[in-house]
């Protein structure tokens, strides 16, 4: 009965359901679940494994409840304007929720570019957002082309349920992983000779892993491809609102305007509150498109992945309070900026560099001089030891595609600053044991 | 010009039907008691309004659940950093109790096997994309929901073959019926995956039988496929028959833990049965570790805000509550159905008898000039334009003859219900008394109808798109 019933599932089942493409074996969430069964707790001073894969931003809820908390008696006790939000489902999206993003994306961005409300479509997440923008711009079997490293989860939101496929623009650490017209040109080549039409550019920026901004020349080199190849530029600028100096981040929205949109129907911006503002729980993402079709296209879409008009009320009233926002970022930014600095001097103390960072909710980090043998399995060994002996849970380079092994993301900003001392002693230790402190 | 997916230049996505071109004409001129008394009443929108009060006195008297708060305390920031895809468990355990309660506690559930979506919506969409391939099929009864042509066939690349229901047994599902689909399937060279039923019926208003969803068993344990079923109406049972589920089927027929088992899956929501369809939420629940695995991992493109999670698990669980609500909801919805049913006799039209849903499925086969879809078309045209009602055609709903329409009850006010029957009143006399002098056959009669004709013509909206059809 029992074999009956699992040959009747196994199928019955989809292709999609089956496949492994929603990556859950790798090792990016193997880790997870050795943390989480035995998760280090700060005040029973415990002896458990420290989160620091997990890209969230913590450093400035504070800031968030107490607006809150000044705000109180408008949120959500106004009985007048309940039915008429739990009603509202118009896939548009609140129009003052939208204005408050476009407002609140400018300021990031310095007042150095414009966004228009009505091109923003909203999404549950930036993970439907990247999804839904590759079904609309490419079809089964085409290609993205992305800079490696990448975030590991691209894998599962891009290709599973679209079959659309991933080509890494392949980026080297002799150049501080910068993506060049050669690794573009190679990467397009690639393509081709596997008889693979590529639709268009991913670009993350800031990165993820690498916690850095992409340079404005580097951004030029990559419009003017995809400019040259006819393709699409997809610029997921998710952690924007964390690169630690405004001035240091360029958005690829400020290039356009500056050249007066030309070319601009090809580039779409992806963006998220998850990180930033630190809310990945209420699932507010939206697409930015220069391209009407697209943003007529994705709105009927995103009937599939709407955001909660409960949420979108809230963050409609948060995110149009100037005060507010304008304390928020600046503070946000120095808060993280401390963080960094703090971990990579520690790490530094260790004997261990970081790639040289400037945003973003974690740190590149070079292991290579650990390893016995420059191998992908030996940074997953080197990996294992550190998981259950240093006890840190950290994410390996290979999970993000890096060419060269060694690299590790460690994430800063998901704990208070105890813990962060206590990591750093572990590493610290660590490293003295192998007698590779400075 | 960089091109787009066929996915983003097709026309799947079904915006082009009479279904949404209705809203678009109500948009232009809304009806509004004081600002615009002379605009289009929407009566084409599924919308459950009549309870909100039970809904914010709950609100007023727990404070707490909106306010980020747990006894007093703030969980703002568990709430904000908590994206896991298993959904809070409060929540899920919340809504089973809900789903049973509904059910009359006949059947249980086992929160581990929900799966929160962004929307009855992504519900199905995700479940279609477990369960079929591109160019597989589903099995759908006629007449069903126009938004099913766009969920779950446009990103899935999955086929819809209808199961023929007419009025001339109450639209109930026939053995033959199924087997025609299927037949059909097999001869346009179409895998069936299985068969999906609304139930209760949108846009029918009736609940299943036990009769059919015994044969519904029966032909999906024949052919070895699956049976979704979309139940996102089953808090809206206002009047015998009762609401039976097809999981107390299974039970009641012994395939709990069977293959079979494995094979039926429910869709629920709570847009419609608690009125809250901006909140997103919606539920997949299988019976099939390895379904409700892929969608719970598939769930990441759709999730259910953290925040609208703990307000609802909060209201939910209050079950003094939850149970008040189901029996006082469904109390106003029988009121309201019963107004508009007793208004459209007196006005000589008729409604199929029902027991469920938010909308009342009207036959206007004997105001049509033909029996023709063209005839219900122009029909469509005068009630929308004319009379001011935006209704939906049953043609937008893949009904097999022409003359139905589906009539919302449950989304405005008693007043502007009254409003709305009075004006299809002066419609029906308006009809009656040109079909009378019609019948005194002078040439001055057929010149002042050729004369009105010719007004009406001109009253069309010049975008009317149908033309395109």
Not at chain 1, 279 to 308: C, E, Q, W
Not at chain 1, 346 to 368: Q, V
């Amino acid at each position: 009965m029992v074999a009956e019933k699992l040959q009747y599932s196994s199928v019955r089942l989809s292709k999609v359901a089956v496949s492994e493409t929603h990556g859950e074996d790798s090792p990016y969430f193997a880790g997870w679940k050795v943390y989480d069964e035995n998760p280090y707790d700060e005040l029973s001073d415990s002896d458990g494994v420290i989160q620091m894969g997990l890209a969230e931003n913590q450093v400035s809820f504070d800031l968030v409840e107490e607006y809150l908390e000044k705000h109180s008696a408008n949120i959500g006790n106004e009985a007048s304007t309940f039915r008429e939000n739990a009603l509202f489902q118009d896939y548009h999206g609140l129009k003052s929720f939208r204005k408050a993003m476009a407002s609140f994306m400018e300021q990031i961005r310095g007042g150095r570019a414009k966004f228009d409300p009505d091109k923003i479509v909203i999404t549950a997440g930036a993970t439907a957002a990247n999804e839904l923008l590759t079904f609309i711009l490419a079809d089964p079997g085409d290609a993205l082309l992305i800079p490696t490293p990448y975030y590991p989860g691209f894998d599962r939101d891009l290709r599973w349920r679209t079959g659309v496929n991933i080509i890494p623009i392949h980026c080297k650490s002799s150049n501080n992983f910068e993506i060049t017209r050669e690794s573009l040109e190679s990467a397009y080549d690639e393509a081709e000779s596997k008889n693979v039409k590529v639709r268009g550019v991913l670009i993350t920026n800031p990165s993820n892993p690498l916690g850095a901004t992409i340079a404005r020349p580097v951004l030029e080199g990559i419009l003017e491809f995809v400019t040259r190849k006819n393709i699409h530029l997809v610029s997921d600028e998710i952690y924007s609102g964390s690169a630690f100096s405004s001035d240091e981040f360029v958005s690829i929205s400020e290039i356009l305007e500056a050249r007066k949109y030309q070319e601009s129907e090809r580039v779409h911006i992806v963006y998220s509150l998850s990180k930033d503002l630190g809310l990945p729980g209420f699932r507010v993402g939206t697409i930015y498109s220069y391209n009407d079709h697209v943003v007529k296209t994705a709105r009927r879409m995103s009937s599939f992945t709407l955001i909660s008009s409960q949420t979108q009320q809230l963050l409609a009233s948060m995110l149009s309070d100037r005060q507010f926002t304008e304390s928020y970022i600046k503070t946000n930014r120095e808060r993280l900026k401390k963080r960094q600095q703090m971990i990579v001097s520690g790490l530094e103390n260790s004997g261990i560099k970081c790639l040289r960072g400037n945003a973003g909710l974690f740190c590149w980090m070079n292991l290579n001089p650990l390893l016995n043998e420059c191998t992908k399995e030996q940074e997953l060994e080197l990996w294992k030891l550190i998981l259950h002996e240093v006890k840190l849970n950290i994410s390996p380079g290979s999970s993000c595609h890096c060419s060269e092994p060694g690299w590790f993301r460690v994430c800063f900003a998901n704990m208070s600053e105890r813990t962060l001392e206590v990591a750093l002693k572990r590493i610290h230790n660590f490293m003295s044991s192998r007698n590779l402190c400075s | 010009m960089t091109t787009l997916s066929s996915k983003a230049t097709c026309n799947s996505h079904g915006q082009d039907s009479s279904y949404f071109l209705g809203w678009q004409e109500y948009e232009k001129n809304p009806y509004d008691e004081a600002k615009n008394p002379n605009g289009i009443i929407q009566m084409g929108l599924a919308e459950n309004q009549l309870s909100f009060d039970l809904l914010e006195s709950w609100l007023a008297e727990n404070p707490d659940a909106a306010a980020f708060k747990r006894n007093g305390e703030s969980i703002f920031r568990e709430l904000a950093l908590f994206q896991d895809y298993h959904g809070l468990a409060a929540f899920k355990n919340a809504m089973v109790q809900f789903m049973a309660e509904i059910r009359g506690n006949k059947v249980s559930f086992d929160p581990n096997k929900l799966v929160l979506t962004a929307g009855a919506t992504s519900a199905n969409e995700t479940l279609v994309f477990c369960l079929a391939e591109p160019g597989e099929a589903f099995l759908l009864p006629t007449p069903y929901y126009p938004g099913f042509d766009r969920d779950l066939k446009w990103r899935t690349g999955v086929e819809i073959v209808p199961i023929h229901c007419t009025s001339s047994n109450g639209y109930k599902i026939t053995a033959p019926a199924i087997e025609a689909a299927y037949q059909l399937a097999q001869t346009r060279n179409l895998k069936v995956k299985g068969v999906l039923v609304t139930n209760p019926s949108n846009p029918l208003g009736i609940t299943l039988t036990r009769r059919e969803l015994d044969l519904l068993i029966n032909f999906i344990d024949a052919k070895g496929i699956h049976l979704i079923s979309d139940e996102i109406y089953s808090g809206t049972v206002f009047n015998s028959p009762s609401f039976v589920s097809i999981m107390e089927v299974l039970v009641n027929r012994n395939y709990v833990g069977t293959g079979l088992w494995n094979r039926v899956h429910i869709v629920y929501s709570l847009s419609k049965d608690l009125g809250l369809p901006g909140f997103r939420v919606g539920a997949i629940y299988s019976n099939d570790h390895l379904v409700v695995a892929a969608a719970t991992k598939m769930s990441s493109f759709g999730l259910v805000s953290s925040q609208t999670q703990y307000l609802l698990s909060a209201m939910l669980s209050d079950s003094k509550f939850a149970k008040n609500y189901i029996v006082e909801n469904q109390k106003r919805l029988q009121n309201r159905h019963a107004m508009l049913v007793n208004g459209l006799k007196t006005t000589g039209i008729s409604c199929l008898e029902s027991n469920a849903g938010l909308f009342c499925w009207v036959d206007m086969r004997h105001l049509l000039s033909s029996k023709t879809f063209e005839a219900e078309m122009d029909l469509w045209k005068k009630i929308v334009y004319q009379v001011g009602l935006n209704i939906s055609p049953g043609s937008s709903c893949h009904c097999d003859e022409p003359g139905w329409f589906r009539v919302c009850f449950a989304n405005m006010s008693e007043e502007t219900l009254e409003l709305a029957i009075r004006r299809i009143k002066s419609f029906v006399n308006t009809i009656s008394s040109s079909k009378t002098s019609e019948g005194l056959s002078s040439s001055s009669t057929k010149n002042t109808r050729r004369k009105s004709l010719a007004k009406w013509v001109f009253r069309l909206s010049f975008n009317d798109r149908d033309r395109e059809r």
